[in-house]
Nanobody, 120 residues
Framework: VQLQASGGGLVQAGGSLRLSCAAP????????VGWFRQAPGKEREFVGT????????NYADVVKGRFTISKDNSRNTAYLQMNSLKSEDTAVYYC??????????????WGQGTQVTVSS
């Protein structure tokens, strides 16, 4: 495990959470950071990605306008701000680092995942 995802928890629908992705052994500046999620009984799906150097972001349609990826260069940490959460956002969320893209295989390093549960 090269990345450390944290910040998950239980939140009511309509609420917000911010996930963090720390990389104590990597330098994010040479990678893109991606976020994925996997709900019980479902396949893992792409949430969003950010080019660390350019700051460009791309999001899945289901989260666009609600989720935002950001970074803190001094902490070498990426964030996923999740607003207006819905019950269908309940999943284990993973961060990843690599060349970038919308596929899990587009990344070389992954975190252990953090559980997000949205109650309706």
């Amino acid at each position: 495990v090269q990345l450390q995802a944290s910040g998950g928890g239980l939140v009511q629908a309509g609420g917000s959470l911010r996930l963090s992705c720390a990389a104590p052994y990597l330098t994010f500046s040479v990678y893109a950071v991606g976020w994925f999620r996997q709900a019980p009984g479902k396949e893992r799906e792409f949430v969003g990605t950010m080019s660390w150097r350019r700051g460009e972001t791309n999001y899945a349609d289901v989260v666009k306008g609600r989720f935002t990826i950001s970074k803190d260069n001094s902490r070498n940490t990426a964030y996923l701000q999740m607003n207006s959460l819905k019950s269908e956002d309940t999943a284990v969320y993973y961060c990843a680092a690599g060349p970038g893209g919308s596929e899990w295989s587009d990344y070389d390093y992954w975190g252990q995942g953090t559980q997000v549960t949205v109650s309706s």
